[in-house]
């Protein structure tokens, strides 16, 4: 299945911040690809926030995710092209990097994003520069519900490339507010799909120190931050898109799952997740033919992980045919 990712395109990372690292020691992912791919106090946090830290297994995440409404994201259609949001995206996990955010304030920060497209009037995020300051504010809200220590408004405006001026400051503060009152201030109504990627590998076993469970959780957590790009895994739950992630790591490292082993780690069987499945391997092909291109030229998060310490994960062959015999040693997938 061809990827809908926009053509690779020179990065947005450019700037006094560019030398900032995000120092995200339990999740680190990066890559980018070419498919379509008061605050302060908490008053505004979702009253029936997921205790995800609580949760005994996957099982429990997919029971909180079921008895939550799941109309609220949707596929991109309308003025908001598949191309723009890869790109919004991509702005965004730059923005992550330059403001030493954890990776979870990105996760949130797109879901956030992708439930008040899917809300919010069709033409009103048509234009470039709303879209761009809707998407800082949704990164706004994310980093306030997961850092105790924010940088103030104009960091996050200097960090997505928007002038930060006092009139632009306004303009944020009055969108967060726009944005939670959109959401009803439920910022977190289900958990993200880092969350429940961390609640697969518990459940599997696979957070032990193990060679080949370091291999599996690092390509697993670098296909989940790719499937941010992708607008077509926006309708999946996110409980779905990481147990795909989790298949997908899987064959990509070798090291195949039997069927009942994928369902007893995911509660997924291989019918529901055939499809997340098929457009995570397209995405992750697209970005492994990219792999030459110039730093600039890469998506972010590809670019994170073709540094020194990581470049295995981003060189890891792409699995482009039905041919591929890591797919022959395999018993869970026939894509």
């Known amino acids: 299945m061809p990827s809908m990712l926009p053509c690779l395109h020179q990065s947005h990372c450019d700037g006094q911040l560019q030398d900032k690292q995000c120092p995200d020691e339990d999740f680190e992912v990066l890559v980018r690809s070419d498919s379509s791919l008061s605050p302060s106090s908490g008053s505004w946090a979702c009253s029936s926030t997921f205790d995800y830290s609580e949760a005994k297994g996957v099982q429990e995440v997919q029971q909180f995710q079921q008895e939550q409404p799941h109309h609220d994201t949707v596929a991109c259609n309308g003025p908001v092209t598949a191309a723009d ?13 330059l403001l030493q955010l954890p990776s979870d304030a990105l996760f949130l920060s797109v879901s956030l994003l992708d439930r008040c497209l899917a809300r919010l009037p069709m033409t009103a995020a ?10 800082t504010a949704c990164l706004w809200i994310a980093a306030k519900f997961e850092q105790c220590v924010v940088p103030p408004s104009s960091c996050f405006l200097a960090a997505s490339q928007q002038c930060s001026s006092p009139h632009n400051r306004q303009l944020l503060v009055a969108c967060e507010a726009h944005v939670l009152q959109a959401l009803d201030y439920r910022a977190v109504p289900r958990p993200t799909i880092k969350a429940c990627l961390h609640a697969i590998f518990a459940a599997s076993g696979a ?5 080949e469970s370091t291999q599996m959780t690092l390509c697993a957590a670098y296909l989940c931050e790719m499937s941010l790009l992708e607008a077509r895994l926006v309708p999946f739950m996110p409980s779905q898109v990481a147990a795909a992630a989790f298949a997908g790591a899987s064959l990509l490292t070798g090291s195949p799952l039997a069927h009942g082993q994928l369902l007893a780690a995911t509660g997924y069987s291989l019918a529901q997740l055939k499809q997340p499945l098929q457009l995570l391997l397209s995405v992750h ?3 492994y033919q990219g792999r030459a291109l110039p730093p600039d030229s890469m998506y972010a998060t590809a ?12 060189l890891l062959p792409s699995i482009a045919s039905t041919d591929d015999p890591r797919l022959k040693r395999a018993d869970i997938v026939e894509v």
């Open 85 to 97: 949001r890869a790109s919004t995206v991509d702005s965004m996990t730059c923005a992550v990097a």
């Open 126 to 135: 048509a234009d470039a520069e709303a879209l761009s300051l809707l998407s």
């Open 207 to 211: 957070s032990t120190a193990t060679p």
């Open 285 to 287: 092909h697209v970005l």
């Open 303 to 314: 670019r994170r992980y073709m540094a020194a310490d990581k470049a295995w994960i981003g």
